[in-house]
């Protein structure tokens, strides 16, 4: 008996844990496509495989739906693929291994791969099945979305005929997102000139901040380590003489940076002082930050010796990059109360032998605010020496005022479940904005089941909301003739 057998709805349950017997990490997934393209073909379905191992099946519409119009149900292969420290988990041939807690499935120490097995798995119940009543459908079950939406960026369009999509790759049950935010990736270099110097070395790290993700969490407006080291710097440059060794801080672009690290030189009554205006401003911050980053700390230590420093200009020019920066929100939606519209955060610094690298994140649901943005960070570093580039863009996913679908997934969610949904957008980005680039007249709606802790050891599927669901996408595919 399988472990998922007394799971409802029980043939969703059963290919998902189907999919979690099969190795598919981002970039892994031969085995999932051509386990997709095998269930197509015992099935006597039309199905694609591209080079990219995108799968495309195709079903036709049941007795009366057959001149209904097609409908897309698209959600990604690959998932995020983590695990605990102390797991001897091998992703590329082990199986998941899955308990049940109350209402929740997990993976033991290892993600769980809701996002986005569940599309999947829903795809594929709706394939098999021969008594639900359903339009023509057009399962489309991209790769590397993980890492980059690669799959969905080199998909080919033609050979998909819908002009209805579904994508099944929302985290919480009862909202359906009608939009999302593009974004870019872009660095910043400076090459500063080094200089021999015998001077006594400082290290102040900033540290204890809760991060998170920069397009869920920016709203929360919680301190970013490397603006509040800029903040550092600038006073301490108004108070005493001192020189950049090196700067690092932060992990992922994607991420708000927790901490940051800054080595400097320093007279040799340099140290007292700073010490003294670290402390003083340590309690200015957690005062700003008291709400959301209330473990706030700046630590200084000597470091030993430095053969070298960076010039005196070379500093300052850092330093005025770092204080005037943008980082955070910077509008906010006029369509959707509290949503986002544009913001960037500044993940990552890094010191390499002879380069300092800044790496920012942008990220907006207007075209025109992403560029704006971009371009006021690549005149700053302009105007102090940096060299800018950008890398890696994905295409929003703009609110659309008349939309059929989304006014049929309102009228069919208030039948269902007898309640008003929210209708939301989410300041991230999801496939449907380079699909929708690819298909402009294509009308899509994004929902899914709960979801929590997603890309984590610890994340876990609400079985009871996939049950709902599984009946809400039912009567939706029902309504749509």
Not at 69 to 87: A, R, W
Not at 185 to 208: A, C, D, L, R
Not at 375 to 388: N, Y
Request: overall charge negative.
């Amino acid at each position: 008996m399988s472990f998922t057998s007394n799971l409802k709805p029980q043939n969703v349950f059963k290919f998902f844990e189907e999919l979690t017997k099969i190795p598919h990490c981002s970039a892994e997934e031969k085995q999932i496509s051509d386990y997709l393209v095998n269930f197509a073909k015992t099935r006597s379905l039309e199905v694609v495989q591209d080079k990219n191992l995108n799968v495309i099946i195709k079903k036709q519409g049941t007795k009366g739906y057959e001149n209904a119009p097609t409908v897309i149900i698209q959600g990604h292969m690959d998932m995020v693929c983590e695990k605990s420290k102390d797991s001897s988990h091998d992703f590329s041939k082990d199986a998941l291994e899955l308990r049940l807690d109350g209402d929740y499935l997990y993976a033991t120490n290892t993600t769980l791969g809701g996002d986005d097995g569940i599309a999947v798995a829903y795809g594929l119940a709706l394939l098999d099945s021969d008594s639900i009543d359903h339009p023509p459908i057009e399962l489309l079950i991209t790769t590397e979305e993980e890492t980059g939406m690669f799959g969905a960026d080199a998909l080919d369009p033609s050979n998909l005929k819908g002009k209805i999509l579904l994508n099944i790759d929302a985290e919480e049950e009862g909202i359906y997102l009608v939009s999302c935010a593009g974004g870019v990736n872009s660095t910043v270099e400076f090459k500063p000139t080094f200089e021999e110097t015998s001077k006594e070395t400082v290290e102040i790290e900033i540290s204890g901040l809760n991060g998170g993700h920069s397009g869920m969490e920016i709203i929360k407006q919680r301190a970013n380590a490397i603006k509040l080291m800029g903040r550092v710097l600038n006073s301490l440059n108004k108070e005493l003489s001192f020189n950049l060794v090196s700067m690092n801080g932060g992990s992922k672009h994607n991420a708000i940076a927790r901490e940051c690290k800054s080595i400097i030189t320093v007279n040799s009554d340099g140290f007292i002082k700073v010490q003294d205006l670290c402390r003083k401003l340590e309690e200015i911050f957690k005062a700003e930050f008291r709400v959301e980053d209330p473990g706030i700390s700046i630590n200084v230590s000597k470091y030993g010796e430095s053969k070298r420093q960076m010039s005196c200009e070379d500093t300052e020019k850092l330093i005025t990059f770092l204080m005037t920066v943008p980082n955070g929100v910077q509008t906010v939606s006029k369509d959707i109360e509290n949503l986002v519209e544009s913001s960037l955060n500044i993940g990552i610094l890094e010191t390499s032998k002879d380069e300092i690298k800044f790496t920012i994140s942008i990220r907006s649901s207007i075209k025109s605010l992403k560029y704006e943005i971009s371009e006021r960070v690549e005149s700053l570093a302009k105007i102090t020496g940096g060299k800018f580039v950008t890398s890696g863009e994905y295409p929003e996913w703009q609110y659309e005022e008349n939309s059929k679908i989304r006014e049929l997934c309102i009228e069919t969610h208030k039948k269902v479940f007898n309640e008003e949904p929210k209708i939301d957008a989410i300041h991230a980005g999801l496939e449907c904005g380079l699909l929708k680039e690819k298909m402009q007249d294509t009308d899509m709606i994004s929902f899914g089941p709960n979801l929590y802790d997603v890309h984590t050891p610890n994340e876990h599927l609400s079985v009871s909301s996939v049950e709902r669901v599984w009946n809400f996408l039912q009567e939706l595919l029902k309504n749509i003739k």
